[in-house]
């Protein structure tokens, strides 16, 4: 049963990868119990990162490598391969890549082989991170049963968590994590794991969620759940992605900058707002972040 932090990447006021900031991040969220790091996901804006700047996360948390999954998806797999060829060099737990996006009606050959190719170069497990709401595809257990391929893991980043408990059911020996904060709960109980965008901001409501699980206390555990489904609703009103920058300083109370266009990062007034909501609830829950 395992927490992943979908670690966002904290950026230079001039856009630059603030590799202090990332280092600082990441070592308070292990300090706190989180389990993996998952590099360069959504919430890293990995799709927004550079063939290079993907590198250089890895090798700002070089030293706790075997605590991270990097994740190497791009529209150009001559460098998904240089990524992954760059990756044999760090002990990486694990190695992910999102499918294919952007382009329409693309055959599911396809999509396969841009998987296979990828796990005939890798010297570590590779996972896939199947997130069909942002790609446009959905690279489901049936579709890699059907082509025979079986990967390592799977994020699996699905409001049906039928669709994640489908690989478990599929392939035994897979590792499944479901990737939405809403579901962390149920994923902590029937999978692997969650890898969750809000434990950035709130990792010790996760690892207590996860502590409640274990001692059997269920009702605890939803307490922690009611509170991270209302933190994530509040972050979406402003646009998650950049609020979570604000709300991870205000819980951490380190700056991890703010995000890169196009994710834009919140208004004054935003900020205000939001800090003041979300105060309210902590404050109302009696949890620590
Ligand atoms: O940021 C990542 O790489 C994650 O796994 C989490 C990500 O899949 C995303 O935060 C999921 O959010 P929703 O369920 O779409 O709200």
Redesign the pocket.
């Known amino acids: 049963m395992e927490v992943?932090v979908?670690i966002l990447t904290p950026f230079n006021p001039d856009g630059t990868i603030n590799r202090e900031a990332l280092k600082t991040h990441a070592t308070n969220l292990l300090e706190k119990g989180i389990d993996l790091i998952?590099l360069n996901?959504?919430?890293?804006l990995?799709p927004a990162l550079s063939k290079e700047e993907k590198k250089e996360t890895l090798r700002t948390l070089s030293d706790v490598a075997d605590r991270v999954i990097f994740?190497v998806g791009e529209l150009n797999l001559n460098n998904v391969l240089e990524l992954v060829k760059f990756s044999s060099d760090y002990g990486v737990r694990a190695i992910a890549s999102y499918s294919p996006y952007y382009f329409p009606r693309l055959p599911e050959k396809w999509l396969i082989k841009y998987f296979q190719t990828i796990a005939s170069h890798s010297s570590h497990p590779v996972y896939l991170?199947n997130?069909p709401?942002?790609t446009g595809y959905d690279i489901s257990a049936e579709l890699l049963s059907k082509f025979g391929l079986e990967l390592a893991g799977v994020?699996d980043?699905?409001?049906d968590l039928a669709h994640s408990m489908k690989f478990k059911t599929t392939f035994p020996k897979m590792k499944v994590y479901n990737?939405?904060?809403?579901?962390a709960f149920y994923s902590l109980l029937s999978l692997d794991g969650t890898?969750?965008?809000m434990s950035n901001c709130l990792p010790t409501v996760f690892v207590e969620m996860k502590r409640a699980i274990s001692q059997g206390d269920v009702k605890k555990a939803l307490v922690h759940q009611r509170l991270i489904t209302s933190i994530?609703e509040l972050a979406?009103k402003y646009g998650?992605l950049g609020a979570l920058y604000v709300l991870t300083e205000m819980t951490q109370g380190y700056s991890v900058g703010r995000p890169r266009p196009p994710i834009f990062p919140l208004e004054e007034g935003e900020e205000r707002e939001l800090k003041k909501e979300v105060e309210n609830f902590i404050k109302g829950l009696g949890v620590k972040a």
Request: charged share 10%.
């Open positions: 992943v979908p998952f996901g959504t919430t890293g990995g994740q991170y997130y709401l942002a994020k980043t699905n409001q990737g939405s904060d809403t579901l890898v969750a965008s994530v979406r998650q």
